[in-house]
């Protein structure tokens, strides 16, 4: 997995609440047996016309917001299905962070094993980031995950809390299965105590 | 020993490992497996050279792509690449030796359906898939969930989950239910009330005497939308109805197996002075059959109810809710009983289950689908489509003029040919609303069986117990 260090880029905003999996990703691209190649049809309902014609309004087709890296976005984003196509496509698009007030479980959890960092601030704090996103491509927002800190282009800068374990993970591309694996004398350990105790699982 | 809930006991009996930051490698009993969200984990594990740990605790089935309609072992039947997706399943389930039910299997059907139906759902386990609707399977007292595909691999390399605790939720109905009112209009009701991030950091008890009175089929369509408020999974409290359900299923355990399994099954409650994060409580006479009329689950109303203002709402969901409205082409002060429907739609992991389609019958026998309106079911599993026949309630749907279909998850997220066309209006058994979510821009209304039934026949949303 790429690392997540600091990151400088235009953040698109999406004021949107409750954007769902469905909307980040249609089911119809879900059938796909590999992890790349999503990035384009990334909200692909909102993004396109029937014909595949851009819908100039949606502003990841606006000129300003063509190289995002970073959304702003409303409450309860990634809610809905557990599909990782939704961080595969985000990812596959350039997104590497997404900030809202808050996330849905396993979107949160998914962004995480794909290198895309999802920040929880208050809404004041997002209203603000919100703000300075709707600036267009002059405005960068910096984000540096060892500091824990989003600084707007006005230099206002905001601390948000991240989970240790995730964290080491992101800023070190760790893989999980690999680090799981190390503990194997534990999940030994485990399951035969388990199945002694409940073998009919 | 401190007092505990339900998932503590849940949560402390699958613990492997605890780091000092509170991360918790936890140990995964079942984890069922469909050809959506697998390929890229076993395309992972293949890379690594590395294998499944416990394929005896891995079961696997095709339904999200499957073809609902007659002759469908004909691969013609799919496009291309639902058919390489069902096929690299295949592939997968012989080649790494997991448990599996191909597609011309009578007990195909939809992995929360057939995981409880074929007995691998016990209570106390905890149970996860590629999938958000696993929360179904906590209505046997089972800590479930969804994952991402990433974490699909991670589980099928190690049968561990790298996790940390969620918070302790409790969600009460008391009483009695009234007449007309079932188990969806509970689960629709409690996220109307919460939210659709009103569980989010948690996992939900549902207890409280409604839900007791509730049968396993009931409790299982409460369980499955606790994703829809949020929460990480759904849990209800096993007891002799759960006993009831499992036993002499095929992998449900026997003789003394299950005598020992039924001492610690016993165990699996609450504590009484258990410590709650959040407790909601809904008086069981309050709910009334309800429909939704916008594109989140939390926009639900009683039938009775009208079309809500936008200018009624506060915060992001006053443009949220003129967005949904635009879509749903729909106007503030309309009376839900009066949108009319194009089609209906009754199956899906909330709503597949024998019960459900029983409860169908009872509105639509004698009598037929409105003129106009297209109308399907489409059973669960193959052996819910099966007992649905012996009782004569596909004989029921057939001349009611039902679309009587085969096992699949179907127009629920329509990567099947089931789907809606754009504007098309659907009443409809599922969990989502979402734009798109039927078909492109197609619009879809939440509800019970017995109230999607009724639709059906009237042709526009309608309240079951004024039907006669």
């Known amino acids: ?201 | 020993m401190s007092p505990k809930t339900l998932y503590d006991k849940i949560w402390d009996a699958h613990v492997v490992q605890e780091d000092e930051d509170g991360t918790c490698l936890l140990y995964i009993d079942r984890h069922l497996v469909h050809e959506v969200t697998s390929p890229q984990a076993f395309e992972g594990l293949r890379m690594a050279g590395r294998g499944v740990r416990a394929p005896d605790k891995t079961i696997a089935v095709p339904d999200h792509n499957v073809p609902t309609t007659e002759g469908r072992e004909d691969p013609a039947q799919m496009t291309e690449d639902s058919r390489i997706q069902v096929a690299a399943l295949d592939k997968n389930a012989k080649e790494f030796g997991i448990h599996y039910y191909p597609v011309d299997d009578v007990r195909q059907g939809i992995v929360h359906i057939v995981g409880p139906e074929q007995g691998w759902t016990l209570p106390g386990m905890t149970v996860v898939c590629g999938d958000s609707h696993t929360a179904t399977h906590g209505a046997f007292g089972a800590l479930a969930h969804g994952i991402g595909t990433s974490e699909v691999e991670h589980v099928l390399a190690t049968q561990t989950l790298i996790q940390k605790k969620s918070k302790n939720m409790k969600v009460e109905i008391t009483g009695k239910l009234r007449p007309g009112v079932t188990a969806k209009d509970i689960t629709l009701s409690v996220i109307g009330k919460t939210g659709t991030a009103g569980g989010t950091g948690y996992v939900i008890e549902y207890c409280g005497e409604a839900i007791r009175d509730l049968s396993m089929e009931g409790r299982m369509t409460v369980c499955n939308m606790a994703i829809e408020g949020g929460a990480r999974a759904g849990l209800i409290a096993p007891d002799e109805k759960t006993f009831e359900y499992i036993k002499g299923r095929p992998h449900a355990p026997k003789g003394a197996q299950w005598e020992q399994a039924m001492e610690w099954w016993k165990t699996l409650y609450s504590d009484d002075d258990a410590h709650w994060d959040k407790v909601v409580t809904i008086k069981g006479e309050d709910i009334a059959p309800v429909v939704t009329w916008g594109t989140s689950p939390e926009d639900v109303l009683p039938i009775t109810d009208v079309v809500p203002d936008p200018e009624s709402f506060s915060g992001g969901k006053v443009d949220a809710a003129r967005r949904a409205l635009d879509y749903m082409g729909l106007t503030p002060g309309q009376k839900l009983t009066d949108i009319k429907v194009d089609a209906v739609f009754i199956g899906s992991c909330t709503n597949g289950r024998i019960e459900d389609l029983r409860a169908v019958a009872d509105v639509v026998k004698g009598k037929h689908v409105a003129e106009g309106v297209r109308a399907m079911i489409v059973p669960g599993s193959g052996l819910v489509r099966a007992q649905a026949e012996e009782e004569g309630l596909a004989e029921i749907f057939q001349e009611a003029g039902f679309e009587w279909r085969l096992a699949g998850c179907s127009m629920c997220l329509a990567m099947n040919p089931d789907q809606l066309a754009p504007e098309e209006r659907c009443a409809s058994t599922s969990n989502r609303n979402f734009e798109g979510r039927q078909g492109y821009k197609g619009r879809t209304h939440l509800m019970s069986p017995a109230m999607a039934a009724a639709a059906a026949v009237t042709g526009h949303l309608t309240d079951v117990r004024e039907l006669a």
């Open chain 1, 1 to 201: 997995m790429e690392k997540f260090e600091k990151l400088s880029g235009i953040a698109a905003p999406l004021p949107l609440v409750n954007i769902d999996t469905d909307m980040i990703i249609p089911k119809q691209f879900l059938k796909t047996i590999k992890r790349s190649g999503l990035g384009v049809n990334l909200f692909d309902e909102m993004r396109y016309d029937r014909e595949g014609n851009e819908n100039p309004d949606f502003v990841l087709n606006k000129p300003a917001y063509r190289e995002a890296q970073i959304l702003v976005a409303g409450d309860n984003f990634g809610c809905g299905s557990s599909r990782e196509h939704a961080p595969w496509a985000l990812a596959d698009f350039g997104i590497k962070a997404v900030i809202s007030t808050s996330f849905a479980d396993i979107f949160f959890n998914n962004c995480f094993k794909n290198g895309i960092l999802p920040i929880v601030m208050p809404q004041e704090v997002v209203d603000v980031l919100m703000k300075d996103a709707e600036k267009g491509a002059n405005a960068r927002m910096e984000i540096d995950l060892e500091a824990q800190t989003v600084t707007t282009s006005d230099g206002e800068t905001f601390s948000f809390e991240v989970d240790p374990f995730k964290k080491h993970c992101l800023l070190n591309g760790l893989d999980d299965i690999g680090l799981t694996m190390e503990k194997v004398g534990a999940i030994d350990t485990f399951e035969a105590k388990a199945s002694a105790a409940r073998p009919w699982v």
